[in-house]
């Protein structure tokens, strides 16, 4: 386990785990919610607590100690919390300032992983594109039932996240991880093994719940170890993972099922995660700040990798372990990322991220049947196909992380303010959504632009360099868009990154489902150019959305943190005179036992008893 027992004990700072129920404080409801990477002013807002020494003593902003003198002020807060949809629930007392206490190269281990952890779900999906007609063919169904397949694998990738999500900000990363990739081999077992439509259709929404976990526990860690002056550089890191899905999944796809059949694809699948799980189990540590803290604090031993659990055995860690070890797990709440979706600040951009999503997803869902009945292709041209796009894709992730971390500090400087890339920044008053739209509106323009010239060229027939350019274009711009957002989301929830990420996938999986289910049968009805230009035209109607929030989403922010200030202090209310008339009572009947002791012992003198 990752320690810093270099730092002194004067060195603490509260950051997001466990704490002892005893040295639990309560703190007042009028400290601003969201500060990302400020540790302790991050806990005393989001969990309502204070800094606690290891003698009972608080830590107050003011930047001096008072001592513990009232049981009211022990109280915790967290059923509150977690009714408040807060995003800690606890915190635990650690001993360094600093966001993440892994070192640069932990890190890039830990964004190598987790991209590739990312690269199974997009994998999943488009592998399955070139095959789709042979598949059609072989179990007797029509194109349009076998889209079916890829709009259920849609709506299971985005209601899975939802209750991975809540798992994974609650029991930790390693725990999802591992469930999800059990289920995950398990389904593509019995898809390589099934011989009728219904199997397929019932293993494909299986096969989903397994793999699309990935993409929001992937954010979720990036969330878990970069501050937001750096985020938007790993995010696209991680990106870039999911985005070599689109890229070579099709063209492996299409090897595989022109000249083994498309189980293969399946079997592929199954050795393939089979081989990342291994490694995974062995040196991927926990990040989860809702359970490690910055990092500090020990995990479970059951959540623990081998070589963490060889090293805490080896230097067994300064911090007292109990910390991982007593927190209260529960079945995974699916509902914690609804409560998010009905935020001003967050479920605006949220639809609109939807929309984009879907937009970019009709494009792909189309190309299989377009481009066999236009150009001819088999499974291997149709796979090969998605080259361009795929490219499109993973530049956008490699490229637009930077171009949002140099408008972050392009507006810090412009305003003045400080970054601090070992705390964290406060961005109470820092426009944050502003850093991440300007980056995403030109790209969002160009990319809708180029969903409507790819409609358009599939009308016409055009050549075929034509439409797969579009699609390079398309997938640059629409992949880079959603990034920004992403990355957005993150900076809001840094602390519930998982479960803000799968109420992300939600929104825009099945808004992405409704797109797939319906976009080939209304290419039949009215052609590729009309039905492409309704799709651009709702993107382009739909855009003052994204404008709104660049503009009011710090008002609206601020207006969410006041208002769950006010119902946390309300909280507390309720709950210290709970504590009070508990403490009468208990008065109460402390001096009725000991006026019934006195009259005991009265009475035992009197009569000579011993």
């Given at each position: 386990m990752l320690t810093n027992n270099s730092l002194s004990d004067d060195d603490k700072v509260e950051v997001a785990g466990t704490i002892p129920s005893e040295c639990a404080m309560k703190a007042p409801a009028d400290l601003p919610e969201i500060n990302d990477g400020q540790?302790?002013?991050?806990?005393?807002?989001?969990?309502?607590?204070?800094?606690?020494?290891?003698?009972?003593?608080?830590?107050?902003?003011?930047?001096?100690?008072?001592?513990?003198?009232?049981?009211?002020?022990?109280?915790?807060?967290?059923?509150?919390?977690?009714?408040?949809?807060?995003?800690?629930?606890?915190?635990?007392?650690?001993?360094?300032?600093?966001?993440?206490?892994?070192?640069?190269?932990?890190?890039?281990?830990?964004?190598?992983?987790?991209?590739?952890?990312?690269?199974?779900?997009?994998?999943?999906?488009?592998?399955?594109?070139?095959?789709?007609?042979?598949?059609?063919?072989?179990?007797?169904?029509?194109?349009?039932?076998?889209?079916?397949?890829?709009?259920?694998?849609?709506?299971?990738?985005?209601?899975?996240?939802?209750?991975?999500?809540?798992?994974?900000?609650?029991?930790?990363?390693?725990?999802?991880?591992?469930?999800?990739?059990?289920v995950y081999i398990a389904a593509n077992i019995g898809l390589a093994l099934q011989n009728n439509f219904a199997a397929l259709l019932v293993l494909r929404m299986l096969q989903s719940t397994g793999s699309s976990g990935n993409i929001a526990l992937g954010n979720g860690i990036v969330g878990d170890i970069a501050t937001s002056a750096e985020r938007g550089t790993y995010m696209s890191f991680v990106s870039a993972g999911a985005m070599i899905g689109p890229a070579l999944s099709p063209i492996v796809g299409g090897l595989l099922s022109q000249y083994l059949g498309w189980r293969a694809i399946f079997w592929f699948l199954t050795i393939l995660s089979a081989a990342y799980l291994i490694p995974f189990l062995i040196i991927f540590p926990e990040t989860g700040r809702n359970v490690v803290g910055n990092g500090s604090i020990p995990p479970p031993k059951w959540d623990m990798s081998l070589l963490s659990y060889l090293q805490t055995r080896k230097n067994p860690p300064e911090v007292t372990a109990q910390a991982g070890t007593r927190r209260k797990l529960r079945f995974p709440n699916p509902l914690a990322s609804i409560h998010i979706l009905l935020e001003k600040d967050v479920g605006l951009f949220l639809l609109y991220n939807g929309i984009v999503f879907t937009s970019f997803y009709c494009v792909t869902a189309t190309i299989p049947s377009q481009f066999k009945k236009i150009y001819g292709f088999n499974d291997l041209h149709i796979g090969l196909s998605f080259i361009p796009f795929g490219v499109g894709c993973c530049a956008s992730a490699l490229t637009v992380g930077h171009l949002q971390d140099r408008n972050y500090k392009r507006i810090a400087k412009k305003m003045g303010f400080t970054i601090d890339r070992r705390r964290g920044d406060d961005l109470r008053n820092f426009p944050i959504?502003?850093?991440?739209?300007?980056?995403?509106?030109?790209?969002?323009?160009?990319?809708?632009?180029?969903?409507?010239?790819?409609?358009?060229?599939?009308?016409?027939?055009?050549?075929?360099?034509?439409?797969?350019?579009?699609?390079?274009?398309?997938?640059?711009?629409?992949?880079?868009?959603?990034?920004?957002?992403?990355?957005?989301?993150?900076?809001?929830?840094?602390?519930?990154?998982?479960?803000?990420?799968?109420?992300?996938?939600?929104?825009?999986?099945?808004?992405?489902?409704?797109?797939?289910?319906?976009?080939?049968?209304?290419?039949?009805?009215?052609?590729?150019?009309?039905?492409?230009?309704?799709?651009?035209?709702?993107?382009?109607?739909?855009?003052?959305?994204?404008?709104?929030?660049m503009y009011r989403g710090s008002k609206w922010r601020e207006e969410r943190r006041v208002r769950i200030g006010k119902m946390k202090e309300r909280e507390a209310m309720e709950s210290t005179e709970s504590f009070q008339t508990e403490d009468d009572e208990e008065g109460e009947v402390t001096t009725v036992e000991a006026r019934l002791g006195q009259a005991n012992s009265g009475t035992q003198e009197k009569s000579g008893l011993p």
């Open positions: 540790e302790s002013t991050n806990n005393n807002i989001r969990n309502g607590q204070e800094n606690i020494s290891g003698n009972g003593e608080r830590y107050h902003s003011s930047g001096h100690w008072s001592s513990t003198t009232s049981r009211q002020e022990e109280i915790v807060d967290a059923e509150a919390a977690e009714d408040l949809n807060l995003e800690p629930i606890t915190t635990v007392s650690t001993r360094t300032p600093i966001y993440s206490i892994f070192t640069k190269n932990q890190k890039r281990l830990v964004v190598v992983m987790t991209a590739m952890g990312s690269f199974f779900s997009p994998l999943t999906a488009n592998i399955y594109f070139p095959a789709l007609e042979t598949l059609a063919t072989d179990l007797s169904v029509s194109s349009s039932s076998i889209n079916l397949t890829i709009t259920s694998y849609m709506i299971f990738q985005g209601i899975a996240p939802t209750f991975f999500g809540d798992l994974a900000d609650m029991a930790g990363r390693r725990p999802a991880y591992g469930i999800g990739f059990i959504e502003r850093a991440r739209i300007e980056v995403a509106l030109p790209l969002l323009y160009v990319g809708t632009t180029s969903v409507l010239c790819f409609g358009w060229s599939l009308y016409a027939e055009a050549h075929l360099a034509v439409p797969l350019a579009i699609t390079a274009i398309g997938g640059y711009c629409l992949t880079g868009t959603s990034n920004c957002m992403n990355t957005l989301l993150i900076d809001l929830y840094p602390m519930s990154p998982a479960t803000a990420t799968a109420a992300n996938n939600l929104v825009r999986c099945l808004l992405g489902a409704v797109g797939t289910a319906v976009i080939v049968d209304i290419v039949n009805a009215i052609g590729n150019g009309w039905a492409f230009t309704i799709v651009s035209g709702i993107v382009f109607a739909t855009s003052p959305m994204l404008w709104a929030e």
